[in-house]
């Protein structure tokens, strides 16, 4: 069993008190226990009425095996770039805190950037969880849920990475410590877009970046804003992956998306367009 690495950073979603690890699990001082999972991921979500909005299995092999093909690494190296410079002259025992990870893809990236930090993968979707705890060894994977207070003590993260997940401001900012940043990316609005007017998927939310500012506005401070814009190629087999790993799994049935992408050709230029804003904690 893969041991789980860092519980000082985790507090009990019960009762907020700190944990000790014990024999395959996380136990607070109050004597609330959590299984550590075989697969190294612990379980700190109380309530799964929500499970609804987590990634099932399918969705995140889609996801990881369409991000390892590369056609998204120029966001990963932004990212990357990002971190290295927000957490140059931070207190190293700050982690990286991806709220809303999925497979862990990019904060592994970002943590083999920062060699000197660990990562904490937090996802409501335990398939995520379970693949993210394997994708870097300095990565801590949790099951939590972004819409209930965040089982993290306060301060511990440097730098939060939030790429197209639920943000909770007021969790970040009470996780992330002084002089701590939150990196967060949405879609820009022509992203996918031949993919999405082919098949008649659902189109990305234009207020989507208005809505994001202003819901930080009022405990984080804009910094810098990045388009990050590229043409990708991807096979019909990428164009299937792409679709399964996105909310239109859950309103087309499988067989209508199978029935739509039959449609497509071999191959085809999609544009991969995303947005990269730097929120800076402020004091208040
Ligand atoms: C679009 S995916 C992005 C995953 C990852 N950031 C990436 O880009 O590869 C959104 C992720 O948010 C997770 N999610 C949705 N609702 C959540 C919630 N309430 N709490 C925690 N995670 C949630 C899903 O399980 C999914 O892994
Ligand atoms: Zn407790």
Redesign the pocket.
């Known amino acids: 069993m893969k041991p789980f690495p860092f519980p000082l950073f985790l507090r009990c979603p019960r009762c907020g008190s700190p944990f000790t690890a014990v024999l395959g699990a996380l136990r607070c001082d109050r004597g609330h226990a959590f299984d550590i999972a075989r697969e190294g991921y612990v379980h700190l979500a109380l309530r799964s009425r929500?499970v609804a909005?987590?990634?099932t299995a399918p969705m995140v092999e889609a996801?990881l095996k369409f991000?390892s093909a590369g056609h998204f690494d120029p966001l990963t190296r932004a990212l990357a770039q990002h971190a290295a410079e927000i957490l140059r002259d931070q207190d190293p025992a700050r982690c990286v805190l991806d709220a809303?990870?999925?497979?862990g893809?990019?904060l592994a990236q970002v943590l083999d950037r920062v060699p000197d930090r660990l990562g904490l993968a937090?996802?409501?979707?335990k398939f995520?969880a379970r693949r993210a705890a394997r994708a870097h060894p300095r990565i801590g994977a949790v099951v939590?849920?972004?819409?209930q207070p965040l089982p993290v003590m306060d301060g511990v993260a440097g730098l939060g990475l939030s790429?197209?997940?639920?943000r909770p401001a007021q969790e970040l900012w009470r996780v992330l410590g002084p002089g701590g940043a939150l990196v967060a990316v949405t879609p820009g609005p022509r992203h996918l877009g031949e993919l999405i007017d082919r098949i008649g998927l659902l189109t990305v939310d234009t207020r989507k970046e208005s809505r994001l500012r202003e819901r930080m506005k009022d405990l984080f401070e804009l910094r810098a804003v990045d388009t990050i814009e590229h043409p990708i190629e991807v096979s019909r087999t990428e164009a299937s992956a792409l679709i399964g790993m996105g909310p239109n799994a859950f309103h087309l049935g499988p067989e209508e998306v199978e029935r739509r992408l039959q449609a497509l050709p071999d191959r085809m230029e999609l544009l991969a367009s995303f947005r990269l804003h730097v929120f800076m904690r402020v004091a208040r």
């Open positions: 929500l909005n987590a990634d996801r991000l809303g990870a999925g497979p893809h990019y937090l996802d409501l979707s995520a939590a849920d972004l819409t790429v197209f997940a639920p």
